[in-house]
């Protein structure tokens, strides 16, 4: 590789102009009651792709609609490319969420179009900046919504699950913005994977991790798969709380707590043997119709998210969950009910790709740093069909999914310099 022209002063002053103008005026349509919300498949998804496209025309790029409708950027006269690089990230988020959240990525590519049209240079390779719907999970339950639907992966179960808010399908939400689901509804990519030599996302650290370190940015070398269970119920019997003694209880509230306990045993005993995993259980509640503090409930809800580096502890947290919940049902005479099990495999990031981003991160002045994603992500599917996938992360202090996400425009910089110059010198 050989090293770009270094950024004047006046060049990234510009890129900082033009980074927090685009964070700052969609943040202000995407307000929540504290961080902001855009809904995947929703009016304000759609305002922030619109927004996106009247930018991008400003600024001379070619902008078009793919048939998921979602939002496609190149320079002048790389449509039509035989072979292209594909930058994406999602623009959706949770609610009651940062502004960075994926949002980051599309902002990177951006940047990386603009960068070498004013510099009147072209890249190695045509590039394709994509800005994406329904990456979170939030809304409707299954997570990577608009690349899924994108290599043909989305599906049928997923495409019944209802929205959280109004009760209607994921397939109701996407048909009502004009997508045609039929080719959705049969398995069939709504793009030309052939054309795609590789995919490059770059997100937003969801830990700690480079703050901890004190650099600004990172390579990825995988991405944590998945077991999710948007809603396991456990069934018991209600009863007065003062009148029913222990050995009579049938108590859902405890069950629960047992099983989550025992996980969390299991959870430590894996770390312990140098495996990968993380357990969350971030919703949890009885029925405020009838619950009281005086009354044994007769049911419980809680999700259920399972990840790890490892097909294999996957399988095995599967396995012993089921084994869990059938003892403490015998134990507690309770009942469990899962829900529809939502997986998505682990992903390993191209070895090529991982090698050449390393590489481009020193040529860019940064001491190359690699580590591994906690996080799913669009690349993630990206690799499992079939596309050379690779992942920049930049720092971002106290975490993601909440409105104190804390990215710094001049981190964002550095991380989108190792993008730059990978897609610039890499053939």
Known sequence: M????KPTLDDRAE????????????AGFSPDVEGVSRPAF????????????DFARREGLEVWYDTGLNANFCLPGDRDAERYTLIGSHVDSVPFGGNFDGLAGVVAGMLCLLRAKRRGTRFSTPVHVLAMRGEESAWFGPCYIGSKALTGTLAASELKACHKGDGRTLDAHMGA???DMEPVRAGRPLMDLSRVSAYLELHIEQ???LVGKGIPA?????IRGNIRYRSVRCLGEAGHSGAVPRAFRRDPVLAMADLLVRLDE???TILAKGDDLVLTSGIVGTDPKMHAMTRIPDQISFSLDLRSQSARVLDEMRELLETEMAQIERDRKVRFELDEELRVEPAL???????GLSAAMREAGQEPFVMASGGGHDAAVFSAAGVPAGMVFVRNRNGSHNPQEAMELPDLLSATDILHQYLTDTP
């Not at 009016?43 to 996106?52: H, K, V, W």
């Open 2 to 5: 050989t090293a770009l022209r």
């Open 15 to 26: 890129e900082l102009r033009i980074a927090g103008f685009l964070f700052g005026k969609i």
């Open 42 to 53: 929703s009016d304000i998804e759609t305002r922030t792709l619109s927004f996106l496209e």
């Open 177 to 179: 913005l004009g997508i």
């Open 207 to 209: 830990g700690p991790l």
């Open 218 to 222: 990172a390579v990825v070398s995988g």
């Open 266 to 268: 299991s959870w430590a």
């Open 349 to 355: 990031c191209d070895p090529a790709l991982v090698s």
